[in-house]
Nanobody, 123 residues
């Protein structure tokens, strides 16, 4: 498995920006697709974005499309999530994950997870 550590969360005003990072170690990082998920209190963990191993393909949840950008640097074993035009409804714990197999949108398809980083957007 891949060991993942997220960072970059914090408190930001509505309309602001944050950049999350996810540092990986362990299994060859360049192999798996990497995803970001988020979980708000009382809600299920939901898909945010995913990027293929070679960064050629990216997919986003409709709720973040046009505002968030996922990227990766395999030389640094790091995946990023640039979040712009943040809204209060983006408030959640954000997790990065390494995909194993199955639907890119389902948390069940990912076999390694970070501990999460809190993002809070004030109105």
């Amino acid at each position: 498995q891949v060991q993942l550590v997220e960072s970059g969360g914090g408190l930001v005003q509505s309309g602001g920006s944050l950049r999350l990072s996810c540092a990986a170690s362990g299994r060859t990082f360049s192999k798996p697709a990497m995803g970001w998920f988020r979980q708000a209190p009382g809600k299920e963990r939901e898909f945010v974005a995913v990027i293929s191993w070679n960064a050629y393909s990216t997919y986003y949840a409709d709720s973040v499309k046009g505002r968030f950008t996922i990227s990766r640097d395999n030389a640094k074993n790091t995946v990023y999530l640039q979040m712009n035009s943040l809204k209060p409804e983006d408030t959640a714990v954000y997790y990065c994950a390494a995909r194993d197999t199955g639907s890119i949108y389902s948390p069940l398809s990912y076999d390694s997870w970070g501990q999460g980083t809190q993002v809070t957007v004030s109105s």
